[in-house]
């Protein structure tokens, strides 16, 4: 720690060494260690930054059954944003789920602009039609998956009815502040205040001297006498 300290007050001033130590204060205690995404439980399987479940149930199930039980775990029915999500959920139900060969997606007609929403209200950044862009003006239009090739068909929300929901659930990243940071951190602050505290005193002292020098300097009364007789010295030496 002393190299390190003398590397950064070598050669400038104090209040460059304060702003340095400042900027490395900033890193240090902003330095955290991601234990990544955290699901709700191991049942649950990850992918980026959401986690997923497919729950089977005895009675079939329509759009708001589904996604009442995915609600009481904190999730929804599953919305997919990109290709690879849709991948991901493929190849999870060809070796881990055993589930139908269709699963209905969280995605529904809005009349109220003429487009498909996802009903955790994600963004729909991704769409991957089976056969063309379907006709989908209808309040009753609900989309499903293939759970084997991935394509996707529009359905009725009432009419569809699967045993089974997948539920998809944004995971909270969590993280732990690194030990050896905050102890930099700590050490960093004591130098600062280390450094700060001299110059504080320094610059009262200055301001102390300057002020007694000015009640040192001393003037002389003007007098008219003194001014007469330089006059009369500069005219007589003219």
């Known amino acids: 720690m002393g190299r390190t300290l003398s590397y950064l007050t070598d050669g400038v001033s104090n209040g460059q060494t304060r702003r340095t130590l400042l900027i490395c204060l900033c890193s240090a205690v902003c330095c955290v260690s991601s234990q ?37 775990f904190g999730a929804d029915i599953i919305s997919i944003r990109s290709k690879e999500e849709n991948s991901f959920l493929v190849k999870m139900f060809k070796t881990k789920w055993k589930g139908p060969a269709e699963v209905l997606l969280g995605m529904f007609y809005d ?47 009432d009419i569809f009815s699967e045993s089974a929901v997948l539920c998809k659930y944004i995971a909270k990243e969590k993280h732990t502040y690194d030990k050896k940071a905050i102890k930099i951190a700590l050490i960093l602050i004591f130098v600062l205040i280390t450094l700060g505290v001299p110059t504080i005193v320094l610059l009262l002292l200055n301001k102390k001297n300057w002020s007694n020098r000015l009640h040192r300097v001393h003037v002389p009364p003007y007098r008219d006498d003194a001014v007469l007789v330089d006059t009369l010295e500069s005219e007589d030496y003219a």
Not at 47 to 56: N, P
Not at 114 to 123: A, E, R
Not at 143 to 153: E, P
């Open 36 to 72: 990544g995404d955290v699901c709700p439980s191991p049942s649950w399987v990850q992918f980026e930054s959401s986690c997923y479940i497919f729950l089977t149930e005895k009675n079939s199930l329509s759009i708001e059954p589904a996604r009442h039980i995915c609600k009481e």
């Open 111 to 157: 009349s109220d602009d003429n487009s498909l929403k996802w009903f955790d209200k994600s963004n729909v950044t991704f769409l991957n039609w089976g056969q063309g862009q379907p006709d989908h003006n209808d309040l009753d239009t609900c989309v499903k998956m293939n759970t084997q090739s991935g394509l996707w068909d529009v359905t009725d929300c």
